[in-house]
């Protein structure tokens, strides 16, 4: 692979910030959204939810959360390259975390849920049903993808060091 040990540094670093910023976001979710929306009538919920999940389909969090994928992928191909190198294995594990446990378990699981709730008829009884089930299981997801998103962020920060 042609990349420079300065361009693997600045990878390093735009990866462990990008790691970090998506932590930020689930944990946001994971401790104060999700509590929030819990706390609402469920077709109020449902509706906000639904809301959110359209908003969240925007050019910068997608950027954010694919762009951090894709220096992943990189990083994880580069250190096979570089076996031999100390932050080698951190990189590999932080990459496979990311990629794992942020985009396999987003694309797995937290999408799923987001588009049968799309499909939720709020003021039903099904769809309040279905909003009990999707609290609980889509912030399940979203502390997997918190936990996986920081100790990523940690791993990669101890790389550059």
């Known amino acids: 692979m042609g990349l420079t040990n300065s361009s693997l540094s600045t990878l390093k670093l735009v990866a462990a910030l990008g790691c970090g910023l998506i932590a930020g976001v689930f944990f946001a979710f994971s401790t104060f959204v999700m509590p929030a929306l819990a706390k609402?009538?469920?077709?109020?919920?449902?509706?906000?939810?639904?809301?959110?999940?359209?908003?969240?389909?925007?050019?910068?969090?997608?950027?954010?959360?694919?762009g951090t994928a894709a220096a992943c992928i990189v990083l994880a191909i580069a250190s096979l390259f570089k076996w031999r190198q100390p932050d080698t294995v951190f990189i590999l594990i932080s990459s496979l975390l990311y990629l794992i446990g942020v985009v396999g378990v987003t694309i797995a699981f937290n999408v799923p849920l987001n588009d049968a709730l799309a499909i939720a008829k709020p003021n039903s009884p099904e769809g309040a049903r279905f909003w009990a089930s999707y609290l609980t299981n889509w912030t399940f997801w979203n502390h997997i993808r918190t936990v996986a998103s920081l100790a990523a962020a940690t791993l990669l920060t101890m790389a550059l060091y």
């Open 40 to 66: 609402l009538q469920p077709a109020q919920g449902i509706v906000a939810m639904k809301s959110i999940n359209i908003a969240a389909i925007n050019p910068l969090f997608m950027f954010a959360l694919f």
